[in-house]
């Protein structure tokens, strides 16, 4: 169908601190995806793991993980999105690349940066929301502990009917301990917000010691989950979701129409 979005996502363990072996893992993952995908999704800081020193391993906006982000792009002619610590300026952020095969680029720098772990004190927070098209889907991703906060992912109504965004992604470390959170929030997001909602987080142990089960989904407007892998395990997901159907069910069902509006400050 003309706006199906075909859509890979790799639930993977990562390699504590070594951008390259990362990048060389994740290479030998995505030549294993059909080559007729749209969308490749990796998790947050795919090339380092988190939380590492960002004096040690942000990379700039040329360095070397975002032109292998770049080749791959190309290579498979998808969209690769994930995040990675880049450095401008002497500040560091914890950035979301969404990297066409065309070489072009958007750049999402996370907004809620997590001060209980002390991210605060090493990671600027970003101030700026994200919405790409691709395919005629407007897509809004965002990053782990984003996904805490209702107000920022909200989706809105606008004025000519149309909706803000019709799939959200969150990126994420997200450690087995919160497990439980992570999949209820998933879910409830993609109810309240009436869009295709996919969650993408890693597996293993970090340097630190915390464990990751993964849990990554992909779940509808209805808040079905239609894509789940395997706790712990390393996985990769090929699935196509319907902008279709989608909007049969929103024309059907049109909450939107009684949301309340806000200003985020």
Known sequence: MKHDLKIAWLQADLI???????????????????????????????????????????????????NWMQQMAQRTGAVITGSLLIESNGNFSNSLIWMRPDGSFERYDKRHVFSMGGEHEKIQAGWEQLTVELKGWKIRPMVCYDLRFPVWSKNRLLKDGEFEYDFGIYVANWPAVRSYPWKQLLIARAIENMVYLLGVNRVGTDGPGNNYSGDSMLIDYKGKVIGLADEGKEQGFSQVISLKQLKSFREKFNVGLDWDEFEIK
């Open 16 to 66: 504590w601190e070594d951008a390259q072996a990362n990048r060389n893992s994740f290479e030998k993952k995505i030549s294993f995806i059909e080559r007729d995908c749209d969308l490749i999704v990796l998790p947050e800081t795919f090339n380092t793991g988190f939380p590492v020193d960002p004096k040690i391993f942000a990379e700039s906006i040329n360095g070397e993980t975002l």
